[in-house]
Nanobody, 127 residues
Framework: QVQLVESGGGLVQAGGSLRLSCAAS????????MGWFRQAPGKEREEREF???????????SYADSVKGRFAISRDSAKNTVYLQMNSLKPEDTAIYYC?????????????????WGQGTQVTVSS
């Protein structure tokens, strides 16, 4: 089992920044990749959108086109923590942000590729 706990969400004005954290515990040695997804207002949980992903080794990253150049994913292996630095935030970034852990050989871009999920943290960007 892997437990994931997100933190760092909140209310920010458009153009501002937030840094989300995802702390992993349990069988972290089995994790191969971590991802961030988001669920926009009015969307079902099954419609979560891939935001960014990183191999646990930190070698490879992947981003959705909508966040490229604004968001950066990183990890601190000593702390078993993955971060999502979000800059130049827009109202359309408003969502519940979830982190997820995958066991495999690549960064899954879809929800089905992830085995464990956190509870989510709310990010609200005001205009």
């Amino acid at each position: 089992q892997v437990q994931l706990v997100e933190s760092g969400g909140g209310l920010v004005q458009a153009g501002g920044s937030l840094r989300l954290s995802c702390a992993a515990s349990g069988r972290t040695f089995s994790i191969s990749a971590m991802g961030w997804f988001r669920q926009a207002p009015g969307k079902e949980r099954e419609e979560r959108e891939f935001v960014a992903g990183i191999m646990w080794s930190g070698v490879n990253t992947s981003y959705a086109d909508s966040v490229k150049g604004r968001f950066a994913i990183s990890r601190d292996s000593a702390k078993n923590t993955v971060y999502l630095q979000m800059n130049s935030l827009k109202p359309e970034d408003t969502a519940i942000y979830y982190c997820a852990a995958a066991f495999g050989f690549h960064i899954p871009l879809g929800e089905a590729g992830y085995d464990y999920w956190g509870q989510g943290t709310q990010v609200t960007v005001s205009s």
